[in-house]
């Protein structure tokens, strides 16, 4: 390289490191029920920002436990506001940081048409064999389940019926592969543009369980992190907000 050419070597050498920095990725664990809408706003967190969201799938309590042993995650989006509370205080997580990102719904679901009536009388009939949910002290959707089944005075009479996944996404699996005749799932995970895609359904009245706060935080890791911080910032917009609706969650 000419002497000329050196005089433009730190200019170029600045916008390489500016660029790097643009187009960053952030790594993000995402709640199971939380899938589906998760991936458009990743899209559109690309296409508007250049940043790439890397996306993981599973159970709030596993993420806990991984975050906590210092798994690489930047971002959690939560099934609960209570794990992200929990992770701010014990200095996992960026004070101030956290917020509801959605307000979830349960609902008892059949792939089948006819099996769950709109009242959901069929829970006290119990002519099925397996239902599912997701685990209890994993996936707050489980947690949701049980309440819902102990105001309903049925726990006991269901109990041996119960299959449990590990997250709302496997419990989901069991039913819409027949491996039981119906189960509660995120309402999310059946439900698109203002109505149930398929099967048959009973949205669980919000007054028969607590309510399923959805909380996103920023992990004290990527605290100075551009890419993660626009995707907190992403997730608030009326774009990612329409997104979150659309699959019947209360932004």
Known sequence: MSLSGLRYLPALCAAL???????????????????????????????????????????????????????????????????????????????????????????????????????????????????????????????????????????AALEPKLVQGESIGQAFSFVSTGNAELGFVALSQVYEDGKIKSGSAWIVPASLHSPIRQDAVLLAKAKDSQAAGRLMAFLKTEKAKAVIRSFGYEP
Not at 27 to 46: C, R, Y
């Open 17 to 155: 490191v500016s660029s790097a920095s643009w187009a960053d990725e952030v790594q993000v664990a995402v709640a199971a029920n939380f899938t589906a809408p998760m991936k458009l706003i990743a899209a559109d967190f690309e296409k508007d920002t250049g940043h790439k969201a890397v996306l993981t799938f599973g159970a709030t309590g596993k993420f806990y436990a991984q975050i906590t042993h210092g798994a690489p995650f930047e971002v959690f989006l939560s099934a609960d506001d209570e794990t992200p509370a929990r992770l701010e205080k014990e200095g996992a997580a960026a004070n101030g940081s956290r917020f509801t990102y959605a307000t979830g719904r349960l609902v008892l679901w059949s792939a089948q048409p006819g099996v769950v009536d709109a009242q959901g009388d069929v829970l006290k009939k119990g002519d099925f064999k397996k239902i599912a949910i997701a685990a209890p002290k994993l996936a707050p959707y489980g947690a949701a389940a049980v309440e819902t089944m102990n105001k309903l005075g049925l726990q």
